[in-house]
């Protein structure tokens, strides 16, 4: 029998069972959400600018609620989006759906609430409302944009929003609002919105990790990433060569901890006959969730300040690459190897996880009326037997994970708390990004803190740069392969090599200049867009409204970013900012309609959705850059390892560093400067490492400027 066949009449069965249910159907039990009202028209001032910049704020919901963020998806040829609520919304918080599109166009009379999911209308523990932020993803995403060309994502209608929460006290699953010790994890809430004006939750889980941010792969519809913020404590040697992990104490809370991220299956939970009732849906749904764990400290560890994190927030791409944005360093997975493609490798529906998924219990929502719901938890806190599936057990359960996932370098930064400001390094890797070019990882840094002052404090022409945040690029060929050993100095430097430079010779990164008058808080980078095939961001930054930022990516190898444009309606505290649509006009200009997320922290805050549009001068192309190192390579012979490079042009450098890599592990191969003669024709090298000891190292090539810097130019393997 099929599969599908067999899928069908299991769901015809229980369809006739659900039948059988006398008094209320169980769709009844769930929290009813309450009349959605909208609040009292806000200010209409708005500060925007930008060259040859043209802005229209073109309709604001006022809610009442603290959006956080958003996420679009299409139904019917209209697109939608679904705001999250931050922690508690009075005014049916949680999901908030709004229309955007009537018959493809975007206008205020057209763009219309929908509905609401009340995943965040209940009191919560206020100690816990930065955990219950509510991030949001719909899946399938249908045709909307996304922030890289992706020609095989799922262009089918959406069937599901998925609601993360990253601590206790969800409405839909709590003893006591996050007020008892013994509430359960936070994790994802399964809506389904096959009927756009009545989601209803069919499945929640449950994480050690919880669930900070949600990501969906958009060509495995079925395929989504619970991933955590969570930090932890390492322990390292003298000179960090070696750590052990505070979460694999099994007396330590920090068990409770992931540093890495957990996948999510969601095939049962899709895909349904068009007439399955809610509770067949809840019947069927049992998702699968499948735990990665980095394999070493090292790889998400600090330069300066021990300690690693989970994924604050990750990325998925076309090539199967994953970016993840670890606090204290940003990462780059490849996850080809971590899919079984059923035979089919063009259809990616069928698509399934290799490895052994946690062996997670399955079990009622704990909260009772009026918020509960009939939807039951996949918990993968505890097992069937209730016994942990904390790091500590489920090492000595034989670590049962997501197989297949290659890890491929990182970006190294400072650790928080440690020294450097956001002129020099990064303190919370919140976001991080391939650009369309895939040459470069592009991250922000939240340091500041966002949100409790005086951390990311502002105020015009005064600059604060312990405080606000901004955008650091680095190279993508020039990650490492863990946290450099040695004294913090030496690794600072090290780690600091895989900055891409500007054109003046210094790091890459972009911060933003101040709009406003003086804020107590909220003046660093948030949430950011890339737009598909364009060197163009837009990017939440609380205080400062909505951001658009363009980067070129020079021949020579450096990247210039610029200011394009700001929107800053009246009062804003933009958690996040992204378009749904663009169009291209006769002139070259571009025309951009998006949406924001904003929330109010008494000192500053909307509580609304804003619609907007602008239109823009065309954006810097997202082409490659020319490549500067000609050729590179490492052949073993009698006396050593030669290692030879040739450069077509090398104007500004001072000369050249060769690094041997073995086990993650670098080593310095020549004792002084390689000095650089080529100039702007470029010149051939050669050094002899005489102390090789195994000939499978692996070899990196660091160039020096004459200003100082350094980056690195090239990775090889030894050939024989």
Same mark, same amino acid.
């Given at each position: 029998?099929?599969?599908?066949?067999?899928?069908?009449?299991?769901? /015809? !069965?229980?369809?006739?069972?659900?039948?059988?249910?006398?008094?209320? =159907?169980?769709?009844?039990?769930? @929290?009813? $959400?309450?009349?959605?009202? &909208?609040?009292?028209?806000?200010?209409?001032?708005?500060?925007?600018?930008?060259?040859?910049?043209?802005?229209?704020?073109?309709?604001?919901?006022?809610?009442?609620?603290?959006?956080?963020?958003?996420?679009?998806?299409?139904?019917?040829?209209?697109?939608?989006? %679904?705001?999250?609520? &931050?922690?508690?919304?009075?005014?049916?918080?949680?999901?908030?759906?709004?229309?955007?599109?009537?018959?493809?166009?975007?206008?205020?009379?057209?763009?219309?609430?929908? %509905?609401?999911?009340?995943?965040?209308?209940?009191?919560?523990?206020?100690?816990?409302?930065?955990?219950?932020?509510?991030?949001?993803?719909?899946?399938?995403?249908?045709?909307?944009?996304?922030?890289?060309?992706?020609?095989?994502?799922?262009?089918?209608?959406?069937?599901?929003?998925?609601? /993360?929460?990253?601590?206790?006290?969800?409405?839909?699953?709590?003893?006591?609002?996050?007020?008892?010790?013994?509430?359960?994890?936070?994790?994802?809430?399964?809506?389904?919105?096959?009927?756009?004006?009545?989601?209803?939750?069919?499945?929640?889980?449950?994480?050690?990790?919880?669930?900070?941010?949600?990501?969906?792969?958009?060509?495995?519809?079925?395929?989504?990433?619970?991933?955590?913020?969570?930090?932890?404590?390492?322990?390292?040697?003298?000179?960090?060569?070696?750590?052990?992990?505070?979460?694999?104490?099994? !007396?330590?809370?920090?068990?409770?901890?992931?540093?890495?991220?957990?996948?999510?299956?969601?095939?049962?939970?899709? +895909?349904?006959?068009?007439?399955?009732?809610?509770?067949? *849906?809840?019947?069927?749904?049992?998702?699968?969730?499948?735990?990665?764990?980095?394999?070493?400290?090292?790889?998400?560890?600090?330069?300066?300040?021990?300690?690693?994190?989970?994924?604050?927030?990750?990325?998925?791409?076309?090539?199967?690459?994953?970016?993840?944005?670890?606090?204290?360093?940003?990462?780059?997975?490849?996850?080809?190897? $971590?899919?079984?493609?059923?035979?089919?490798?063009? +259809?990616?529906?069928?698509?399934?996880? +290799?490895?052994?998924?946690?062996?997670?219990?399955?079990?009622?929502?704990?909260?009772?009326?009026?918020?509960?719901?009939?939807?039951?938890?996949?918990?993968?806190?505890?097992?069937?037997?209730?016994?942990? &599936?904390?790091?500590?057990?489920?090492?000595? &359960?034989?670590?049962?994970?997501?197989?297949?996932?290659?890890?491929?370098?990182?970006?190294?930064?400072?650790?928080?708390?440690?020294?450097?400001?956001?002129?020099?390094?990064?303190?919370?890797?919140?976001?991080?990004?391939?650009?369309?070019?895939?040459?470069?990882?592009?991250? %922000?840094?939240?340091?500041?803190?966002?949100?409790?002052?005086?951390? =990311?404090?502002?105020?015009?022409?005064?600059?604060?740069?312990?405080?606000?945040?901004?955008?650091?690029?680095?190279?993508?060929?020039?990650?490492?392969?863990?946290?450099?050993?040695?004294?913090?100095?030496? =690794? *600072?430097?090290?780690?600091?090599?895989?900055?891409?430079? +500007?054109?003046?010779?210094?790091?890459?990164?972009?911060?933003?200049?101040?709009?406003?008058?003086?804020?107590?808080?909220?003046?660093?980078?948030?949430?950011?867009?890339?737009?598909?095939?364009?060197?163009?961001?837009?990017?939440?930054?609380?205080?400062?409204?909505? @951001?658009?930022?363009?980067?070129?990516? @020079?021949?020579?190898?450096?990247?210039?970013?610029?200011?394009?444009?700001?929107?800053?309606?009246?009062?804003?505290?933009?958690?996040?900012? /992204?378009?749904?649509?663009?169009?291209?006009?006769?002139?070259?200009?571009?025309?951009?309609?998006?949406?924001?997320?904003?929330?109010?922290?008494?000192?500053?805050? #909307?509580?609304?959705?804003?619609?907007?549009?602008?239109?823009?001068?065309?954006?810097?192309?997202?082409?490659?850059?020319?490549?500067?190192?000609?050729?590179?390579?490492?052949?073993?012979?009698?006396?050593?390892?030669?290692?030879?490079?040739?450069?077509?042009?090398?104007?500004?450098?001072?000369?050249?560093?060769?690094?041997?890599?073995? =086990?993650?592990?670098?080593?310095?191969?020549? #004792?002084?400067?390689?000095? $650089?003669?080529?100039?702007?024709?470029?010149?051939?090298?050669?050094?002899?490492?005489?102390?090789?000891?195994?000939?499978?190292?692996?070899?990196?090539?660091?160039?020096?400027?004459?200003?100082?810097?350094?980056?690195?130019?090239?990775?090889?393997?030894?050939? #024989?």
């Amino acid at each position: 029998m099929s599969t599908k066949f067999l899928r069908a009449s299991v769901v /015809a !069965a229980l369809a006739g069972a659900a039948l059988l249910l006398t008094g209320s =159907a169980a769709a009844d039990l769930d @929290h009813p $959400a309450k009349p959605f009202v &909208l609040g009292a028209p806000l200010g209409t001032g708005l500060n925007s600018g930008g060259t040859g910049a043209s802005w229209q704020l073109i309709k604001t919901f006022p809610t009442g609620n603290p959006h956080t963020d958003l996420d679009f998806f299409t139904k019917g040829g209209e697109i939608y989006v %679904s705001a999250g609520t &931050l922690a508690v919304g009075p005014n049916a918080g949680g999901q908030t759906i709004f229309r955007l599109t009537q018959g493809g166009e975007v206008t205020a009379a057209g763009a219309q609430f929908v %509905s609401s999911h009340p995943s965040a209308s209940c009191v919560s523990d206020a100690a816990a409302a930065l955990g219950l932020q509510h991030d949001v993803e719909a899946t399938p995403k249908g045709n909307v944009l996304l922030n890289t060309t992706n020609p095989a994502a799922d262009t089918r209608d959406a069937q599901l929003l998925l609601d /993360a929460t990253d601590n206790e006290g969800r409405c839909h699953d709590s003893r006591l609002f996050g007020l008892d010790p013994t509430d359960p994890q936070g994790g994802l809430e399964i809506i389904d919105i096959t009927d756009v004006t009545r989601p209803v939750e069919i499945g929640l889980t449950s994480h050690i990790g919880e669930a900070h941010t949600v990501n969906v792969d958009p060509k495995r519809p079925h395929i989504a990433f619970s991933v955590t913020s969570d930090s932890v404590g390492v322990t390292c040697n003298a000179d960090d060569s070696a750590c052990t992990r505070a979460n694999e104490n099994p !007396a330590s809370t920090a068990r409770f901890n992931l540093d890495g991220f957990e996948l999510v299956d969601l095939s049962s939970c899709m +895909n349904f006959p068009s007439l399955t009732t809610v509770d067949v *849906k809840r019947m069927l749904c049992r998702p699968q969730v499948y735990r990665y764990r980095y394999p070493n400290a090292l790889i998400g560890l600090g330069h300066t300040a021990d300690g690693t994190s989970g994924c604050h927030e990750l990325e998925i791409y076309p090539d199967d690459r994953l970016s993840c944005a670890g606090i204290s360093a940003s990462l780059l997975f490849d996850l080809k190897g $971590a899919f079984n493609d059923n035979g089919t490798p063009s +259809n990616y529906l069928d698509d399934r996880p +290799n490895g052994t998924p946690l062996p997670c219990r399955v079990r009622p929502s704990m909260t009772s009326a009026p918020f509960g719901t009939a939807a039951q938890v996949t918990d993968c806190v505890f097992d069937a037997g209730g016994q942990e &599936l904390t790091i500590p057990r489920w090492l000595t &359960l034989g670590a049962p994970s997501l197989e297949g996932v290659q890890f491929l370098g990182s970006a190294i930064h400072m650790g928080r708390g440690a020294p450097y400001t956001a002129l020099e390094d990064v303190d919370v890797s919140h976001e991080a990004e391939l650009s369309n070019s895939r040459r470069l990882l592009l991250v %922000s840094d939240e340091r500041g803190g966002g949100v409790v002052p005086p951390g =990311a404090t502002c105020s015009p022409g005064v600059d604060n740069p312990q405080g606000n945040g901004g955008i650091h690029a680095y190279v993508v060929s020039q990650l490492l392969p863990a946290s450099p050993s040695g004294p913090d100095l030496e =690794a *600072k430097d090290l780690a600091w090599g895989s900055y891409a430079r +500007n054109p003046a010779g210094g790091k890459a990164i972009y911060r933003a200049p101040i709009h406003t008058g003086p804020e107590l808080t909220v003046c660093t980078a948030h949430v950011f867009q890339q737009i598909a095939g364009q060197n163009r961001i837009f990017m939440g930054w609380y205080s400062q409204g909505t @951001h658009v930022i363009d980067f070129i990516e @020079h021949p020579n190898g450096t990247v210039e970013f610029k200011e394009a444009g700001w929107f800053i309606p009246a009062n804003a505290n933009t958690w996040t900012s /992204a378009v749904f649509k663009m169009r291209q006009n006769a002139n070259g200009t571009f025309t951009y309609w998006g949406a924001t997320g904003d929330f109010n922290l008494a000192t500053a805050g #909307r509580n609304a959705v804003d619609l907007y549009e602008v239109t823009l001068p065309a954006p810097p192309a997202a082409t490659p850059t020319a490549v500067r190192l000609l050729s590179f390579a490492a052949t073993a012979r009698t006396r050593g390892v030669v290692v030879r490079w040739r450069t077509g042009a090398e104007a500004g450098t001072l000369g050249f560093n060769v690094y041997r890599s073995v =086990a993650g592990r670098l080593a310095k191969v020549n #004792r002084e400067l390689v000095p $650089a003669r080529g100039g702007a024709r470029g010149a051939s090298y050669a050094v002899v490492d005489t102390r090789a000891r195994s000939r499978s190292a692996t070899y990196r090539l660091q160039a020096v400027g004459i200003d100082g810097s350094r980056a690195w130019r090239g990775t090889t393997r030894v050939v #024989r």
